[in-house]
């Protein structure tokens, strides 16, 4: 039997490309030669990625300006002073902060994924951001004439229809990038923030058929960053139980980095659901060593003892560079370790005798 391999989705931008992103800011060149540089990099990613073997490409991330941002980029009634996130290492990141109703998003991911299939015969999956991570726009003291009530209805549109593009395009699969979950239970330990979040993510998701919500998965991770975490110091055991709460088919979960792997595939074999299958990251995103083909394949009969091999997948922990502006992973390493990742994925297969 085929183990699933997947990538989470983004890869470190060519200089040539963030250099580009940033003359464009600043007025220097125009539209299309921006545009231009970005095909070019999206065509590379796309060649190199399908050299590594793998099974499902992306785009890599390159035109989307962040992970969490691309729906609400160039969106007119915003200000820069929303929720921080803090990282371990000591630096922050800011979400932008809703001034004014009704939301609606400026971009949807089939764009990019549109972009992209044209240039592969290879499936292509399609990375969104969750409802519940843009639902953090919104301020506490209120938007008067657009109340918060209305703001998650719209919201829960947009995101439904995020998604439905991407599978009506011909998606493979797509994937919500749930990074904030872990965040939720280090913001709000009692977990009224996270139970908060997947009931607003579930409300997305049952407007799909159980047949789409087998082609739609979530991510989850400690939030990488220049190398650095928001919420590792909090335990998997805590996320998880509610985690497989969500109505999907798929999870793409951080592991390699995890120190406590043995508590994290127990939860997984004691609450994840029949129909859902588990891809496992295998590949640290945040360390630079590139990992061999052996030690991957380790991981996988390891975790293949928790959960059954037809419901078992490899992923990497995590994008390689969620943010456009994140140059801490080489484009070669993030390739090295997607390869050692494809590799180890065949070793096992092998190995466990299918
Ligand atoms: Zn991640």
Do not use: W
Not at 10 to 26: D, H, N, Q, T, V
Not at 102 to 126: C, D, G, I, R, W
Not at 232 to 243: G, K, N, Q, R
């Amino acid at each position: 039997m085929k183990i699933a391999t997947e990538p989470v989705g983004s890869i470190p931008r060519p200089a040539y490309l963030i250099e580009a992103m940033g003359s464009f800011a600043k007025g220097q060149i125009q539209e299309k030669e921006l545009s231009a540089l970005t095909e070019k990099a999206i065509r590379e990613t796309l060649h190199l990625f399908e050299q590594t073997g793998s099974p499902v490409v992306t785009d890599g991330e390159q035109s989307k300006p962040s992970f969490a941002t691309y729906p609400i980029y160039g969106l007119k009634e915003l200000t820069p002073d929303g929720v921080v996130i803090p990282f371990a290492d000591g630096h922050t990141r800011q979400l932008p902060k809703l001034t004014a109703g009704p939301f609606h998003y400026q971009t949807y991911a089939n764009s990019y994924f549109e972009k992209a299939k044209k240039l592969t015969q290879l499936p292509v999956k399609q990375a969104v951001i969750s409802s519940s991570a843009i639902s953090l726009l919104y301020p506490q003291e209120g938007i008067p004439g657009y109340s918060r009530e209305q703001f998650i209805k719209d919201l829960v549109n947009e995101a439904e229809a995020d998604i439905r593009r991407c599978l009506n395009a011909g998606a493979y699969n797509v994937q919500i990038d749930f990074t904030e979950a872990r965040l939720a239970i280090k913001l709000d330990p009692s977990k009224g923030l996270l139970k908060m979040f997947i009931d607003l993510n579930n409300q997305v998701l049952d407007r799909f058929t159980e047949a789409e919500q087998k082609k739609i998965g979530v991510h989850t991770c400690p939030g990488g960053d220049h190398d650095s975490t928001h919420s590792a110091d909090i335990s998997y055991t805590e996320l998880l139980p509610l985690l497989f709460e969500l109505h999907v088919g798929n999870f793409y979960l951080e592991y390699a980095a995890e120190k406590d792997k043995t508590s994290a595939l127990k939860a997984i074999k004691e609450f994840s659901k029949p129909n859902q299958k588990i891809f496992i990251g295998v590949t640290n995103v945040l360390d630079p060593r590139v990992e061999t083909p052996q030690e991957v394949c380790d991981l996988i009969v390891e975790a293949s003892k928790f959960i059954p091999i037809s419901r078992l997948g490899t992923t990497d922990d995590c994008g390689f560079s969620p943010f456009a502006d994140d140059t801490s992973t080489a484009r070669e390493t993030a390739f090295a370790k997607i390869t050692a990742r494809i590799r180890g994925t065949q070793l096992a297969e092998k190995k466990l005798g299918n």
